[in-house]
């Protein structure tokens, strides 16, 4: 679920979406990556976006090598 992970200070947009029930999936992580500043309005995240699928793909890929 967005904003819930311990000892991380979330944006209070990026709270309101995981109360709002954003979960963190591929097509959620996808759209996020891609332009993270049109999907939470008043997010902290400074980063644009990727815009290459093959960039997307591979963020997520490496992501899944942790756990939860």
Do not use: C
């Not at 963190?24 to 644009?48: C, H, N, Q, S, V």
């Amino acid at each position: 679920t967005a904003g819930t992970h311990a000892d991380f200070k979330y944006s209070p947009a990026m709270v309101e979406a995981g109360k709002g029930g954003l979960v963190w999936d591929d097509a959620t992580l996808t759209e996020y990556l891609r332009a993270p500043r049109e999907m939470i309005k008043g997010g902290k995240m400074a980063f644009p976006g990727l815009k290459k699928d093959e960039d997307l793909a591979n963020v997520i890929a490496y992501l899944k090598q942790f756990p939860g």
